[in-house]
Structures are given as C-alpha cells and as structure tokens.
C-alpha cells in the first residue's frame, strides 16, 4: 500500500534558525514528488516537483531534494511569513497521495 | 486566469443527510482530484475523474460518490450524513491524465454535520 511520512509534525524555529522537513514515501510507479505550502483555512499552494532522484530544486529560502524513498524541504534562514504547514505528495501510477504535513512555526 | 473554484464555501448539514459540493477546475485541465482534510488527519485522497471518467477513487465508503461533467467540472455527493464527515473538502485539477506540473487547488467547501 503506498505511504507517505513527514516529519517532524510540528516544529519552532527561531527566525535566521535554519532546519529541514523529511518526507518519507513508499510508492509504487513513482512519477513525481510534490510539495506544498499550506496556510490555515486555505487550499495548498505549490511550490515543487520533483521528478527523479538526485533532483534539486529551490525558492527563495526553500530547497528542495529527492532520493528513492525520501525528500527533503530545506528552509534557511527562514522569516516569519515561511509560518505554515508543509505538504508533501508523491505521485503513484494511479493517485496522488498527501503526507500529515509539518506544521512550520517561525518566531520573530 | 480564473483558478480552481469550489461552491459553496461552508455547508452546514444534519446528520442523514446528503450533501453537494461543486468545482469548477482551471480552463484546459481535464483531470479533478477530490480530497478530504479533517483536522488532524491531513489530505485523504477521496477521488480521481479524468475525461469524464472515474479513474480511481480512495478508501471511502460508497456514499461518497461524485461525477465529473463534459466541461470537465465536478460535483461531489454524500449520502447519509455522518459526525465524521466533517471537514473542508479540497478538488485540485490538472491537465492531463499525466503529471507534467502542478495540481493546483481551489480553496475547500467546509462541511459541518451537525
């Protein structure tokens, strides 16, 4: 059955205090990895695909890797507008399914 | 460019009840994603609709149905309304059957069962 992981759940960071996010996946036919930024009480917004691993990928303070069984979300020196919950989605031959998120809480 | 559009934005519904959430996917995209968030458990893959058909559809149980119409929007149903049926009801749309980009998302219907 495919799965998705992330960790940490949920994570305090002092602003300037860089840190990285895990998503750990077991997919069958894996096309694409997804990452997404979510705000409270909104629909997800994109920020990456990652298609085949050793791929990198980066905005602004955000990058983003991807090995066969893990990605990973670096944020560095992260603001506190970067305060939100990341979604990570690997993609299946059949479905596009969505880990718990990690809830990103910078402080000023 | 117009983005994904869902209606209505809060639905309040008894228990027994059935409910309709509709969406309106980007202009040229062909597939629809419906996915579930209850507070905690994060986004369920609820269905998938390509081209007007059903192409897969998640570990729900068959009140949750929906259909996907010839101008690509898509309507989702529940029947027999539960407690648990309570969340925001994300639909996400694509182009293609293929993953060449993004999934964008509209902004969620928030079902209460009350």
């Known amino acids: 059955e495919d799965q998705v992981t992330q960790s940490p759940e949920a994570l305090r960071l002092q602003e300037g205090e860089s840190s990285s996010l895990n998503c750990s996946y077991t997919?069958?036919?894996?096309?694409?990895l997804f990452w997404y930024r979510q705000d409270p009480g909104k629909g997800p917004e994109f920020l990456f695909t990652l298609y085949s691993a050793g791929e990198e990928k980066e905005k602004e303070r955000l990058k983003a890797t991807l090995t066969k069984k893990e990605s990973f979300l670096h944020i560095t020196a992260p603001k506190p507008e970067d305060s939100a919950t990341y979604l990570c989605?690997?993609?299946?031959?059949?479905?596009?399914?969505f880990g718990k998120g990690t809830r990103l809480h910078i402080l000023p | 460019e117009a983005g994904v559009t869902q209606s209505p934005t809060h639905l309040i519904k008894t228990r027994g009840q059935q409910a309709t959430l509709r969406c309106s996917p980007i202009s040229g995209h062909t597939s629809v994603y419906w996915y579930q968030q209850a507070l905690g458990l994060g986004l369920q893959f609820l269905l998938w609709?390509?081209?007007?058909?059903?192409?897969n559809r998640g570990n729900f149980p068959p009140r949750f149905s929906g259909r996907q119409f010839p101008n690509y929007s898509s309507e989702l149903n529940v029947n027999a309304l539960e407690l648990e049926d309570s969340a925001l009801y994300l639909c996400a749309s694509i182009r293609g059957a293929s993953t060449t980009g993004e999934l964008f998302f509209g902004e969620g219907s928030r079902l209460t069962v009350l």
């Open positions: 989605a690997p993609e299946g031959h059949d479905k596009i399914i």
């Open positions: 997919v069958s036919g894996l096309r694409g």
């Open positions: 609709y390509d081209e007007g058909e059903e192409r």
